[in-house]
């Protein structure tokens, strides 16, 4: 899906941004991560579970956690920019960047409370100033982080794959020496 991506981006500008979930998980290396540790989860569940439909259940239960999971590591898998810049009221972070948070700046520079009262008075900027705010400060990952994350997530994902072959492998040759109760024939 990555040959269609970046006409889509262009056309759809910021309702189509490069770190939303679909475009990051449908583009890239990342996709073939992704079909190959939900292939090998479903694989070893259906190992353990040995029931076809209790496994497929089990994984699309487990692959949501994992894929839940993932979301929330992402934004923390890569080193995040933190940019400072004063006299503004914009977040001072490249306008294609993924925006993780940001905030109000003292004179000094330093990081302070947000002032929420400020945004219902009629004159903003004449507010944050008279509470001593004249900055803003964001992190953020910069659209040029795209692929190294794209390689991060795929890289967990392979190896998670990888783990879990060694524990299938490592429970269809005996386990803890325990005895299985072979699976039962089915009835006609």
Partial sequence: MTW??????????????WHSWYPFYGIGPVVVGLSVVFLVL????????????????ATLVTGAGLF??????????WPVHTTYAQHTVDPPAPADAWLLADGPLSPDGRRVSEVWD???????RQCLTAHGITGRWAEYHPASQLWALQWTVTGLCLALAAVLVALSAWWVRGGFGIRRRPAPAEKR
């Fill in 4 to 17: 269609w991506w970046h006409p889509a981006a262009q056309a759809m500008g910021p309702l189509f941004a």
């Fill in 42 to 57: 479903g694989t070893t569940l259906g190992i353990f579970l040995r029931r076809t439909v209790l496994a497929m259940g």
């Fill in 68 to 77: 839940a999971l993932l979301e929330r590591a992402r934004p923390h898998l």
């Fill in 118 to 124: 400020c945004y219902a008075s009629r004159d903003f």
